[in-house]
T-cell receptor, first 112, second 119 residues
Framework: GNSVTQMEGPVTLSEEAFLTINCTYTATGYPSLFWYVQYPGEGLQLLLKATKADDKGSNKGFEATYRKETTSFHLEKGSVQVSDSAVYFCALSRSTLGRLYFGRGTQLTVWP | DVKVTQSSRYLVKRTGEKVFLECVQDMDHENMFWYRQDPGLGLRLIYFSYDVKMKEKGDIPEGYSVSREKKERFSLILESASTNQTSMYLC??????????????????FGPGTRLTVL
């Protein structure tokens, strides 16, 4: 079946540190991959996406590369800020109906 | 911008009550979804709908039902609320198949969530 596994949190970093949140997936065929972010008290927002192998999604300094050979889509940022503190969800979609399969989320806290 | 709104941010109900959670989207999206979010479990799909009056069960439909009488509105119904349904409920919508920004990528747009407490 379709599933997403992401690293468990919480992750705590100092401002300007390098961030990696690991995400691997199981799916048949060629899924689309997403990272969503949820700021405190809010719903989820799309952070970035990639639709085919070797695509790199990027937004707000975050990047993730769709690696089919390792079935991974790790999220990275070179220098985190306090405002990046949020919960990050990795997700995949295999259907044109738009159904998403989510990982369990990773809580990130950035200290000044 | 796509806007997905949910009728309440916070709701407190008693065990056994019938509860309605409403979701409205303003972008003419075909697909709508209801999730619940619990710590350590992430988002779990309850029901989704790909057209008016159509519905499909998600991963955890037990104890819930849905209604989609109009394209823009998708309601989640707890027929008899129980304490284990205390959770954050998130609604989302996405474009259907076809051309246009976002459709090909199945991007979902989320509402702010309703935090439901059942006492």
């Amino acid at each position: 079946g379709n599933s997403v596994t992401q690293m468990e949190g919480p992750v705590t970093l100092s401002e300007e540190a390098f961030l990696t949140i690991n995400c691997t997936y199981t799916a048949t065929g060629y899924p689309s991959l997403f990272w969503y972010v949820q700021y405190p008290g809010e719903g989820l927002q799309l952070l970035l996406k990639a639709t085919k192998a070797d695509d790199k999604g990027s937004n707000k300094g975050f990047e993730a590369t769709y690696r089919k050979e390792t079935t991974s889509f790790h999220l990275e940022k070179g220098s985190v800020q306090v405002s990046d503190s949020a919960v990050y969800f990795c997700a995949l979609s295999r259907s044109t109906l738009g159904r998403l399969y989510f990982g369990r989320g990773t809580q990130l806290t950035v200290w000044p | 911008d796509v806007k997905v709104t949910q009728s309440s941010r916070y709701l407190v109900k008693r065990t056994g009550e019938k509860v309605f959670l409403e979701c409205v989207q303003d972008m003419d999206h075909e697909n709508m979804f209801w999730y619940r979010q619990d710590p350590g479990l992430g988002l779990r799909l309850i029901y989704f709908s790909y057209d008016v009056k159509m519905k499909e069960k998600g991963d955890i439909p037990e104890g819930y039902s849905v209604s989609r009488e109009k394209k823009e509105r998708f309601s989640l119904i707890l027929e008899s609320a129980s304490t284990n349904q205390t959770s954050m409920y998130l609604c989302a919508s996405s474009p259907g198949t076809g051309s246009g920004s976002g459709r090909r990528y199945n991007e979902q747009f989320f509402g702010p969530g309703t935090r439901l407490t059942v006492l």
